[in-house]
C-alpha cells in the first residue's frame, strides 16, 4: 500500500511517500480503507519529534481518518463507513485502530468531512462540557478561532447556548471563524480591550486556548470573575507560565484539557462523546470547514502549510478519489465554500 512516512525528524521535508506493507487484520483492531486523513498540529510535531507520542523513525503519522471498515471487527461490519483516530498510521491506504477510537459515520457526511470530525470536536467537546462545564447564557471567547481545534469549539459553544468571541490574525480567518458559529469576532492585536467593550467591562466566562504563547496573559485578564481559562495546546510555540496570585484576586481557574490522555484513563468515554455529539453531526450543527484538499503525495505539502500556519479551515489529504458524493451540506457562509480547494 501507499503511505507517507516520516523517514527523518527534519519537519515536513523528512516525509517521502512510498511502499509500505499492508497492516495484518487482527483480533482487537478494526482494519479501514482509508478514504481521507485529517492533518493536525501533532501530526507536524511528530515530524519533529515534538510530540509526546515518538515511534521509532520510520514510521508513519495520521491522527484521523475517514473510510470503510475491510472485514467485520470490533462491532463493526464490513462496508460501514466510519471516523477513526489511529493517533499513528492515518496517512496510508490502509490501517487498523482499536475499536474504541472507531466511530460510525452517518451517509450523508462525506469523507473528508468525516475525517475533520474526530480529534478536534472530541476534544472541543471534552474541553466546553467535562473540564470548563459549559452553561447556556455564558460567554465564550476561543483564541486561534479559524483553526482546527478553534472552528470546533466555535460551533460546539453555539450550539451548548453560548455566546462566542472568535480571537483572529486575518480578516479571512475571521470569516471562517463567524461561518463556524462565533457571534463576535476581535483581532488579535488588542483584543483584551475589544472583549471588554463587548461584555461591557465584565469579561467571558471561559477561554479556550489552543495557542499559549503571548497572549495568554491577556487571556487570563479577560475572565469574569470565577472565570475558566481552558488550556488545549500550544501552536504559538510557548508555553507561557501563570503567576497564580491573579487567581486568587479574581476567583479565577486555569485547567488543562488533555483529551488523549483521559481517554487512556476510560477506553469507553471518546464513544459516549461521539454518541453525544451524533445529532449535531447529523442536524449539520457541526460542519468542519474544510480549506484545501491534498493528495496522498502531497502529505508533506499539507504538513507544510500546517506548520506555517497558511491554513484556513481544515487541511485533508486524500487517499482514495470519492466513487460516489453524498448529499451536499449547505453551509452558513458562501465565503467558506471559496476556500475548498482540490490540488
Known amino acids: 500500500m501507499r503511505a507517507a512516512v516520516i523517514t527523518a525528524l527534519n519537519g515536513p521535508d523528512g516525509v517521502v511517500i512510498r511502499e509500505e506493507p499492508e497492516p495484518e487484520a487482527t483480533a482487537g483492531r478494526v482494519r479501514i480503507d482509508v478514504h481521507s486523513a485529517g492533518v493536525v498540529f501533532p501530526d507536524v510535531l511528530q515530524t519533529r519529534g515534538g510530540y509526546q507520542l515518538r515511534p521509532a523513525l520510520p514510521f508513519t503519522p495520521g491522527w484521523e481518518v ?8 470490533g462491532g463493526f461490519r464490513a462496508g460501514d463507513r466510519v471516523a477513526a483516530m489511529p493517533v499513528i498510521g492515518g496517512f496510508a491506504e490502509t490501517v ?17 468531512k468525516g475525517a475533520a470530525l474526530p480529534l478536534n470536536y472530541l476534544t472541543g467537546h ?11 447564557g455564558e460567554t465564550v471567547l476561543v483564541q486561534g478561532a479559524a483553526g482546527g481545534v478553534g472552528t470546533a469549539a466555535c460551533q460546539l459553544a453555539a450550539a451548548y447556548g453560548a455566546r462566542v468571541i472568535a480571537v483572529v490574525s486575518t480578516p479571512e480567518k475571521g470569516e471562517i471563524a463567524r461561518a463556524a458559529g462565533a457571534h463576535d469576532v476581535v483581532p488579535v492585536a488588542g483584543f483584551r480591550d475589544q472583549v471588554s467593550r463587548l461584555t461591557d467591562g465584565r ?7 489552543p495557542v499559549g504563547g503571548d497572549r495568554f496573559t491577556d487571556s487570563l485578564r479577560t475572565l469574569a470573575p470565577e472565570g475558566r481559562l481552558i488550556v488545549i495546546g500550544f501552536t504559538g510555540r510557548e508555553i507561557p507560565t501563570v503567576k497564580v496570585n491573579r487567581l486568587l484576586l479574581t476567583n479565577t481557574t486555569v485547567m488543562g484539557a488533555a483529551s488523549e490522555e483521559f481517554w487512556h484513563l476510560d477506553a469507553g468515554y471518546a464513544t459516549e462523546q461521539w454518541n453525544e455529539l451524533m445529532p449535531l453531526i447529523r442536524s449539520g450543527a457541526i460542519d468542519p470547514p474544510i480549506g484545501e484538499i491534498f493528495g496522498l503525495e502531497e502529505t508533506a505539502s499539507a504538513l507544510r502549510a500546517l506548520d506555517e500556519r497558511r491554513a484556513i479551515g481544515r487541511l485533508i489529504v486524500r487517499v482514495r478519489e470519492p466513487q460516489s458524493t453524498p448529499t451536499p451540506r449547505v453551509t452558513s457562509s458562501s465565503s467558506m465554500k471559496s476556500q475548498r480547494r482540490v490540488r
Open 96 to 112: 487498523t485502530v482499536t475499536p474504541e477510537m472507531v466511530f460510525p459515520l452517518p451517509d450523508d457526511v462525506g469523507f473528508d
Open 66 to 73: 475517514a473510510g470503510v471498515v475491510r472485514e467485520d471487527s
Open 126 to 136: 471534552f474541553a466546553l462540557r467535562r473540564r470548563a462545564r459549559l452553561l447556556a
Open 203 to 209: 469579561g467571558v466566562d471561559v477561554v479556550i486556548d
